[in-house]
């Protein structure tokens, strides 16, 4: 069954709830710490202030991070990586085939030994 996408995006909504109370939090912080400091009246110059999430909540909410589009270069990077692989795989198949007549030869001279 497909995805509706007119549906709200419950990741983001968490996000967004998350921001909201970490803001408040931040608020009855420094009022507190205010009123620690100063005595119980509010400051003047907060209550004037506008409160902000913090800047990296402002630059998670504008940017979006997508995969980048696949370039000329990056396919020659692939197929660099294509070309290690096989010389790789080659090199780790005749290390095995040399191994196995390692195993072999040792077989065949030790078998009769035990006969």
């Not at 990741?11 to 970490?22: D, G, H, P, V, W």
């Not at 912080?29 to 409160?51: F, V």
């Not at 040399?98 to 030790?110: A, E, M, S």
Request: with cysteine; aromatic share 6%.
């Amino acid at each position: 069954m497909p995805w509706n996408r007119n549906e709200p995006d419950p990741l983001k909504a968490r996000r967004l709830q998350l921001a909201e109370q970490e803001k408040r939090l931040a608020e009855q912080m420094s009022r507190l710490n205010h009123e620690l400091k100063y005595g119980s009246e509010p400051p003047a110059s907060e209550a004037n202030k506008p409160a902000e999430p913090p800047v990296w909540r402002m630059e998670d909410d504008v940017s979006s991070r997508t995969a980048p589009e696949p370039t000329p270069a990056r396919n020659r990077d692939l197929a660099r990586q294509r070309q290690r692989d096989r010389f790789v795989f080659f090199i780790c198949m005749g290390l095995l085939l040399i191994v196995v007549l390692i195993v072999l030869w040792v077989w065949k001279t030790h078998s009769h030994v035990l006969d």
